[in-house]
Nanobody, 115 residues
Framework: QVQLVESGGGLVQPGESLRLSCAASGSIFSRYVMNWYRQAPGKQRELVAVITGGGIKNYADSVKGRFTISRDNAKATVSLQMNSLKPEDTAVYYC?????????WGQGTLVTVSE
């Protein structure tokens, strides 16, 4: 069992930055692929960024060059640094942990990008 708690959401203006964090507890963190998803109002949940236990990263095309995912296996945390935010980045952001046969979600944190 893994518990995930996100933090760091909020209201920012276009062009500003925000850093999301996700703290994990309850299992061996390094075994999990960690993901950030987001869901905008009226849209399906989409994968934003992925990082494996060994640090291999991948990003959605819409955030490449602006967002950076990182993890600290010793502290069991994963972060998402979001720069040059756009109004279309407005969504609830979810932390996700995945291993063979297992998947866990955080409760989500709201990011609003608006003038």
């Amino acid at each position: 069992q893994v518990q995930l708690v996100e933090s760091g959401g909020g209201l920012v203006q276009p062009g500003e930055s925000l850093r999301l964090s996700c703290a994990a507890s309850g299992s061996i963190f390094s075994r999990y692929v960690m993901n950030w998803y987001r869901q905008a109002p009226g849209k399906q949940r989409e994968l934003v960024a992925v990082i494996t236990g060994g640090g291999i990263k991948n990003y959605a095309d819409s955030v490449k060059g602006r967002f950076t995912i990182s993890r600290d296996n010793a502290k069991a945390t994963v972060s998402l640094q979001m720069n040059s935010l756009k109004p279309e980045d407005t969504a609830v952001y979810y932390c996700n942990a995945r291993a063979p046969g297992k998947e866990y979600w955080g409760q989500g944190t709201l990011v609003t990008v608006s003038e």
